[in-house]
C-alpha cells in the first residue's frame, strides 16, 4: 500500500502539470477524482503498517472515497473544494491521532525498527495537511481575482510532493539498510 500511495501522489503530480502546464484542460475534470484517492491510499497504508497485518473487508469502505468525489464532480462541483480538503486534512489529522495513541509502537515493524516508521507517517500526514493548504491558497487566490498566482503555488506545491517524496525514499532507503 506504501509503494502504492507513492506512486499515487507522483501520478497526481504529473497529472496537475500536464493540466496546468502543457494545456491538457480535458482532463481538469479528473484531477480532484484522482487527489480523492490518496488520502485514501495513505490511511489504507497506515493501517497496514501499523495496526494489521492484512487490511479487512471493512477497511476498503475508504476506496468508495472517489466515487463520492466523482459524484460531486458532475453533480455539485462547487463542493470540490471543500470535500477534497476535509478528505486531505481529517485523513492527515486521523495518522497523527493515530500516531499519538500509539507512540510510534507499530505492531508489524520489528523492535529495530526505531523511530523511522513513526517518522515517515509523520511526514505522510504533514503532507496530506499541506495539500489542503495549498488548495485553500488557490481558493483565496481564484476568489480574490489573482488567477495568475494558482500557477505559482501549484509549482511549489508540485515542488514540495516530489521533494517529500525524495525525502521519504531516501528515510526508507535508510530504515532498509539498517534493518539488513
Given at each position: 500500500?506504501?509503494?502504492?500511495?507513492?506512486?499515487?501522489?507522483?501520478?497526481?503530480?504529473?497529472?496537475?502539470?500536464?493540466?496546468?502546464?502543457y494545456g491538457f484542460a480535458s482532463l481538469r475534470w479528473l484531477q480532484p477524482i484522482t487527489a480523492?484517492?490518496?488520502?485514501?491510499?495513505?490511511?489504507?497504508?497506515?493501517?497496514?503498517?501499523?495496526?494489521?497485518?492484512?487490511?479487512?473487508?471493512?477497511?476498503?469502505?475508504?476506496?468508495?472515497?472517489?466515487?463520492?468525489?466523482?459524484?460531486?464532480?458532475?453533480?455539485?462541483?462547487?463542493?470540490?473544494?471543500?470535500?477534497?480538503?476535509?478528505?486531505?486534512?481529517?485523513?492527515?489529522?486521523?495518522?497523527?491521532?493515530?500516531?499519538?495513541?500509539?507512540?510510534g509502537d507499530f505492531a508489524h515493524m520489528p523492535l529495530t525498527?526505531?523511530?523511522?516508521?513513526?517518522?515517515?507517517?509523520?511526514?505522510?500526514?504533514?503532507?496530506?495537511?499541506?495539500?489542503?493548504?495549498?488548495?485553500?491558497?488557490?481558493?483565496?487566490?481564484?476568489?480574490?481575482?489573482?488567477?495568475?498566482?494558482?500557477?505559482?503555488?501549484?509549482?511549489?506545491?508540485?515542488?514540495?510532493?516530489?521533494?517529500?517524496?525524495?525525502?521519504?525514499?531516501?528515510?526508507?532507503?535508510?530504515?532498509?539498510?539498517?534493518?539488513?
Open positions: 500500500m506504501l509503494m502504492a500511495l507513492l506512486l499515487a501522489a507522483a501520478g497526481q503530480s504529473i497529472l496537475v502539470g500536464i493540466v496546468q502546464y480523492s484517492i490518496i488520502p485514501a491510499l495513505a490511511w489504507m497504508a497506515f493501517l497496514e503498517a501499523s495496526l494489521r497485518a492484512r487490511l479487512q473487508i471493512r477497511d476498503w469502505v475508504h476506496f468508495s472515497v472517489p466515487a463520492i468525489v466523482a459524484l460531486c464532480v458532475f453533480v455539485l462541483p462547487a463542493i470540490i473544494d471543500v470535500v477534497l480538503c476535509s478528505l486531505f486534512v481529517g485523513y492527515g489529522a486521523a495518522i497523527l491521532v493515530m500516531l499519538h495513541r500509539q507512540g525498527a526505531g523511530h523511522i516508521p513513526a517518522l515517515v507517517w509523520r511526514f505522510i500526514a504533514f503532507a496530506l495537511i499541506a495539500s489542503a493548504i495549498s488548495d485553500m491558497l488557490i481558493i483565496v487566490a481564484k476568489i480574490d481575482g489573482n488567477d495568475q498566482i494558482v500557477g505559482l503555488i501549484l509549482s511549489i506545491y508540485i515542488d514540495f510532493v516530489l521533494y517529500l517524496l525524495a525525502a521519504l525514499g531516501a528515510a526508507l532507503t535508510i530504515w532498509g539498510w539498517r534493518r539488513a
